[in-house]
Every structure is written in structure tokens, then in C-alpha cells.
């Protein structure tokens, strides 16, 4: 079961890993010198997370954690807001060995139930290619706009909440777990 927690500072290290990892970065930079693939690393990590707070002065990011040998380890990230009507996810990254294994699905669940217990509906955006977009349709979102290489999705959480009378989570999935 995941658990979330806020980031601060001292992830930023982790950011950088991660975001090297999911650039494909680490695999295909024989030759080129580590020194300056770190600065490059930070300055994107920076710069998309300067991004997301200008774009989304509200919103949350959280480092997904999960046991390993009894200890919690950082192994992914997560970026959301709450809108007027919607809980928008801007950004969910996890490393590679940590993917295909439910642990997306695990934390979109508790996204979701987050969602549901507001009254509001779960959006974001996902290029057209991204494996990710089969677990969405498997959770239910639907796409409302096409502007290609990306779809938004829409996932209406009002009926969850009609099944489960009116309860804080999504009917199956875990309560929305948070260290703070």
C-alpha cells in the first residue's frame, strides 16, 4: 500500500533520479559526462516544477513512499490541485521497477476516493501513447477533449459516491493513506 507524504527540499535528489529515470536518460548517455547530466537533470526538474506552481499556484506535490525491508522509500511522485469542480492531476511519475505492479492504480484509487468524499470529478491529461492510458480507462475515465499527441480525461466520481452512500473512498479502494 503506498503512503504519501508532502516533499520538500531534501526530495529534490530523488526528483532528480526520477526524472533521469523516465527521460530514459540514464540508459542512453554513455559517453557524456556525469557532472553535466546532473546540472541538466535539475535544471528540467526545477523548471517543470516552476511550471507546474505558476500553472497551479495550489497545488500539492506528494512523494509516493513504499515499504522496502521495512523501511519507506521514496518511489514515485504525484502532482495535483483541487479546481472548482474538479481534482485536476497534473503529473503522477513512478521509477520503473515500481511500475505495472498496481501501484499507479493503487494511488489513482486513492485520488479518486479523495475526489469523491469533495463531490468533485478526477481530470488530466495523457499523451496518446502513454501505457498509463489503459489503466485510466480500466478506472473509468472517459476522453473530453483530443488535441493531439494528448487526450483529457474525465472520470465523474458522482455515481461512486450515489454506491457507496456518500462514504470517503471509492468502493474497493484503500483509504487515502498520508504521513504528515
Known amino acids: 500500500m503506498p503512503v504519501w507524504r508532502e516533499a520538500d527540499e531534501a526530495d529534490r535528489e530523488f526528483f532528480q533520479q526520477l526524472d533521469a529515470w523516465l527521460c530514459g536518460w540514464l540508459h ?20 517543470r516544477e516552476q511550471a507546474y506552481r505558476s500553472a497551479w499556484p495550489q497545488a500539492r506535490c506528494l512523494v509516493v513512499e ?26 503522477i511519475s513512478l521509477l520503473p521497477k515500481h511500475q505495472r505492479r ?28 502513454n501505457p498509463a492510458h489503459r489503466l485510466y480507462s480500466r478506472l473509468g475515465f472517459r476522453c473530453v477533449e483530443h488535441k493531439p499527441p ?13 454506491r457507496t452512500g456518500a462514504e470517503s473512498r471509492v468502493p474497493g479502494a484503500p483509504a487515502l493513506h498520508s504521513k504528515e
Do not use: F, K
Request: glycine residues 10%; hydrophobic residues 45%; aromatic residues 4%.
Open 102 to 129: 498496481g501501484l499507479g492504480g493503487a494511488c489513482m484509487e486513492q485520488l479518486i476516493g479523495e475526489a469523491a468524499a469533495a463531490g468533485l470529478a478526477v481530470t488530466l491529461h495523457v499523451a496518446e501513447d
Open 66 to 91: 513504499q515499504e522496502e525491508a521495512g523501511t519507506p522509500q521514496p518511489v514515485g511522485r504525484i502532482w495535483y490541485c483541487h479546481t472548482a469542480n474538479a481534482l485536476h492531476l497534473i503529473d
Open 28 to 47: 542512453a548517455t554513455e559517453g557524456l559526462d556525469v557532472g553535466q547530466l546532473l546540472a541538466l537533470v535539475d535544471m528540467q526538474s526545477r523548471a
Open 150 to 162: 494528448y487526450l483529457q480525461l474525465r472520470l465523474d466520481t458522482s455515481p461512486m459516491l450515489e
